[in-house]
């Protein structure tokens, strides 16, 4: 009979405990070998073997031998009789019970109902019958423990182990008499087998392949010397069952079930396994099997192969592996490339109609210009004649709001196209949300509830505050004319983090950290047709003459110019939530409360000269009547060499250069930056429909830059223009000092000359003056020592402001700021005199 499957340390300890039983032909001493064998390997209390008397009655089981207490404690109970505990094992069942005083089996029969009196104290109880090799039981091994639960599964296996060897033992000692004449003779054949094996095992050690042999029912009997070369175990411990010890055991069901096959079917076998190496590793062999057929075709013998093929089947692996994996990546990135061919079209498509809708605005605003400026020159010139006329004056009314509304379709355009000039500021959305509330309950009205959802912690962006405002508004507004019948309106911030696997999705999104601005609504929702195009321009979901089309195109227009993403969500009849990631704003800043300067219409008291430069021929007309209406000298020029030629021949310096940004020939940037080499103090204000990156990069204005966007009307040309005339032109001086003596002495110095200064002792309290005053200062008075970083600062706030450098007597002076017209340097230590002198140079009066 095959041994059961044993752990290898078991296998070992039970081979030590049952190799002595074959040794020995005495019955007694075989059984009470096996006894102590049960009770070592088990770690139990008591073992008994007790032979089977039964005959007819069932009422005789004699007590053969005992291990673990004396044999006059057992019998002065008498013997046992066949109880429903001991019957079952003399019936050739295994019976085991973790504690037999309540099994009921055992304690439920007369006269005892628990243990019986001086009984030893077991507890746990295990009973094996020992079957011999006819089928019939010669006996049982009995185990007991005092305490409860001792035996599980693997001591039941032991136990069978040890009853099956114990049943061949002791049919081997009766036969063994039987036995002895059959020894001669197969003593002769047994040299003969002997002499084969040496010529076998000599023929299978020349060969690099392990070779074994099984008896028909598959029973292990040879290896030869590469098997054990291999497997580093010592001869004779694999045959029979025992090469399951070295077996992988992950491969044992699949081996087990071709190998049953092959028994039944007699066919040959190839598998790939793995076998423990006598390194202790497991490596992959190949094993092949074949059997041998007598004359009447029964199976005598099998013999089988393992060819070690773990190398080989390694490298096939990796190449497995490495061709699924560029399957995959090759798969992975036609997908990307697919997703990016459309984001491509798209983004061309968009792009498409941006450079259309911006060339359209640049025309149309300069139409509007036209329009808006002539509308006012008329108003003002009846209000100026005392003409009363109401239907004039409505008709005038009438169409300033006309162009006024073109206007702001003209901006939605650019907005769209991503041509808008952005002014952006460090921003807390949380905070601008909240300062809108009320203007969110006046455009959605009573019957839209409204919940705003803020994140703790949120990050700080960097954006145009208006441009933003107007992007959610046109979203409420959009989400209330899709609730006609009133809902819930959700405005939600998050961080967010696009990761690449995001980034692959959607091709033109940069993977990084992310403020989330979500608005939901629960109206009717978008198809998905709907949802590819909402974007474009024009395109509405909504009625005939109740949508142009501009809001959403105005929202993805501004949150690409500024870096960032918008997503659209929505299902028919459940809602839509739109979301905008702006690019979080890694550097720390203060929010500073933004200071808001109020001007009145004013007029020149001067008398300065303006350059206009434009190339429109009516909307430089409507310019120049504007300025000389506010009392300004007033030169034009239609492109950019005139306006040059203009410059030179001016005796008296140029207050103003009002120039038009796109212009054929010459920008008006390129005019600008040659007109300050003849005359570096020289203020400039731009005007255009559609800057493209002549002024601003990145979708914002150049640091410095001050532009009034067409259509422009009247007022606003006047508090623009007065504006950037009057910037460095008030009596307030900022000086900027590390030295706290040296600060105080030239305020006082600069108080003296009848100024008002304000002063700062770092960099940091200096750019916030700056900020709180928008550089309206006649200059600063900067130490060169707080670092060429605060003077880029203070020029990027403000490209006019003149700067008075102080640095130590023999320092070199800042390169990058060499040619800059509005920078002068007075050497450490200086007096009053000298900041009168430097001040003569770079501003051109005395103070």
């Not at 001493?29 to 069932?58: K, M, P, W």
């Not at 491509?344 to 036209?370: C, P, S, Y």
Request: charged share 25%; proline share 5%; aromatic share 6%.
């Amino acid at each position: 009979m095959p041994l059961p499957q044993f752990e290898p340390d078991l296998l070992e300890a039970f081979a030590e405990r049952t190799t002595s039983l074959f040794a020995d032909h005495d019955s007694e001493g075989v059984i009470q070998q096996v006894c102590d064998a049960a009770r070592a390997l088990t770690q139990t209390a008591y073992a008994a073997y007790f032979h089977n008397l039964y005959v007819e009655s069932g009422e005789r089981l004699g007590l053969f031998t005992l291990s673990g207490a004396r044999r006059d404690e057992f019998e002065r109970l008498g013997h046992p009789r066949a109880t429903p505990v001991f019957a079952p094992t003399f019936a050739n069942e295994i019976v085991r019970s973790d504690d037999i005083t309540v099994d009921p089996r055992y304690g439920g029969f007369e006269p005892h109902h628990g243990m019986p009196p001086r009984h030893l104290p077991v507890r746990s109880y295990l009973a094996v019958p020992v079957v011999g090799r006819e089928g019939d039981v010669l006996g049982g091994l009995l185990l007991g423990h005092p305490e409860p639960g001792r035996f599980d599964d693997r001591a039941e296996r032991l136990v069978v182990g040890l009853a099956a060897q114990a049943a061949v033992a002791i049919d081997n000692a009766r036969l063994f008499e039987a036995q002895q004449h059959e020894i001669a003779v197969r003593t002769e054949a047994e040299a003969a087998l002997a002499e084969s094996r040496v010529q076998l095992d000599a023929i299978n050690n020349s060969i690099d392949q392990m070779i074994w042999t099984t008896l028909p029912d598959g029973y292990h009997d040879y290896y030869n010397a590469r098997w054990y070369e291999f497997t580093g175990v010592r001869e004779g411990s694999t045959d029979g069952e025992g090469w399951n010890a070295i077996f992988h055991p992950d491969d044992q069901p699949r081996a087990w079930e071709l190998w049953r096959h092959s028994l039944k079917t007699g066919e040959p076998y190839e598998i790939e396994y793995r076998l423990r190496h006598w390194t202790g590793e497991y490596r992959w062999v190949l094993g092949r099997a074949k059997c041998v057929r007598d004359e009447a075709g029964r199976i005598t013998r099998w013999f089988g192969t393992c060819t070690d093929i773990h190398d080989l089947k390694s490298a096939r692996d990796e190449l497995r592996a490495l061709t699924a994996s560029l399957e995959e990546r090759v798969e992975e990135r036609t997908r990307q490339l697919m997703l990016a061919e459309d984001a491509l079209r798209q983004a061309q498509k968009m792009e498409a109609v941006g450079q259309l809708t911006g060339g359209i605005a640049h025309d149309f605003n300069n139409l509007l210009t036209i329009v808006t400026g002539n509308v006012g020159i008329a108003r003002r010139a009846l209000e100026a004649a005392g003409v009363g006329d109401i239907r004039a004056q409505r008709a005038l009314d009438g169409a300033m709001k006309g162009a006024e509304r073109a206007a702001t379709l003209t901006q939605r355009l650019l907005a769209f196209s991503r041509r808008q000039p952005l002014a952006p500021k460090p921003i807390d959305v949380d905070r601008l949300i909240a300062s809108m509330a009320d203007l969110l309950a006046r455009a959605l009205g009573e019957t839209i509830e409204t919940e705003t959802v803020t994140a703790p912690g949120l990050w700080r962006v960097e954006a145009d505050p208006h441009q933003l405002e107007s992007a959610i508004l046109n979203l409420a507004v959009n989400a209330r004319d899709a609730m006609p019948d009133g809902g819930k309106l959700t405005i939600e911030t998050a961080n967010a983090v696009l990761d690449e696997w995001y980034s692959a999705q959607h091709a033109e999104v940069a993977p990084g950290a992310y403020v989330m601005i979500a608005v939901t609504d629960t109206g009717s929702g978008m198809s998905r047709e709907q949802v590819a195009r909402a974007f474009e321009p024009f395109f509405t979901t909504k009625e005939v003459g109740k949508g142009t089309g501009l809001g959403l195109s105005m929202v993805y227009g501004f949150v690409k110019q500024s870096g960032g993403h918008v997503k659209i969500y929505s299902e028919q009849g459940h809602g839509t939530t739109i979301r905008i990631y702006l690019p979080r704003l890694a550097a720390a800043v203060d929010l500073e409360p933004e200071v808001t300067l109020v001007h009145g219409l004013e007029v020149s008291r001067r008398r300065e000269t303006i350059l206009v430069c434009e190339d429109d021929d009516d909307v430089r007309a409507y310019t120049v009547e504007c300025l000389r209406e506010l009392g300004y000298r007033v030169l034009e020029a239609h492109d950019g060499p005139s306006a040059l030629r203009l410059l030179l021949r001016q005796e008296d310096p140029v207050d103003l250069l009002f120039t038009d940004v796109v212009m054929p020939g010459m920008s008006g940037r390129e005019l600008a930056d040659a007109a300050r080499l003849e005359q570096p103090s020289l203020r400039v204000l731009y005007t255009s429909g559609y800057t493209r990156n002549a002024i601003m990069h990145g979708g914002r204005l150049d640091p410095g830059v001050e532009m009034v966007a067409k259509p422009f009307s009247f007022e606003t040309l006047a508090r623009a223009v007065r504006d950037v005339i009057d910037r460095g032109q008030s009596a307030r001086v900022l000086v900027c000092e590390h030295d706290g003596a040296v600060r105080a002495q030239a305020v006082e110095a600069l108080e003296a000359a009848g100024l008002t200064v304000e002063s700062a002792a770092n960099p940091s309290e200096a750019l916030g003056k700056m900020r709180a005053a928008r550089g309206d200062y006649r200059f600063a008075l900067i130490d060169a020592r707080l670092g060429p970083e605060l003077v880029a600062e203070l020029r990027g706030l403000s490209n006019d402001l003149p700067l008075l450098i102080a640095q130590e007597q023999g320092a070199e002076p800042v390169a990058r700021f060499e040619g800059d017209g509005r920078i002068a340097v007075v050497t450490r230590p200086y007096t009053a005199d000298a900041l009168r002198e430097a001040h003569e140079r770079l501003i051109g009066d005395r103070l």
